[in-house]
């Protein structure tokens, strides 16, 4: 397992960008898949995005398609999450995550602890 720490997360406005990042340590980072999943309060945790190992296939959550991109960067343990036109309901604790390329968390053996994004109007 490798472990993962989130940054990036803030208070924003609707419209604004963000991106969030996941550094992984470990060796091993380049063959796992990664993820993004987000709670939002009183809410499931929720697929947000997935890249492949040598990023080879990306996947998107269709509230999320056009407006975030999942990238990694093998040579610096890190994934990311690039947010773009942030809207009132992307509000949530993002969550990063280790695994196989798949879009269920069940998918995923390795979790960071999260980063709060809160978006306002």
């Known amino acids: 397992q490798v472990q993962l720490v989130e940054s990036g997360g803030g208070l924003v406005q609707a419209g604004d960008s963000l991106r969030l990042s996941c550094a992984a340590s470990g060796h091993t980072f380049r063959s796992y898949a990664m993820g993004w999943f987000r709670q939002a309060p009183g809410k499931e945790r929720e697929f947000v995005a997935t890249i492949s190992a040598m990023s080879m296939f990306t996947q998107y959550a269709d509230s999320v398609k056009g407006r975030f991109t999942i990238s990694r960067d093998d040579a610096k343990n890190t994934a990311y999450l690039q947010m773009n036109s942030l809207k009132l309901e992307d509000t949530a604790v993002y969550y990063c995550?280790?695994?196989?390329?798949?879009?269920?968390?069940?998918?995923?053996?390795?979790w960071g602890r999260g980063t709060q994004v809160t978006v306002s109007s």
């Open positions: 995550a280790a695994g196989v390329f798949a879009t269920d968390d069940e998918s995923f053996a390795s």
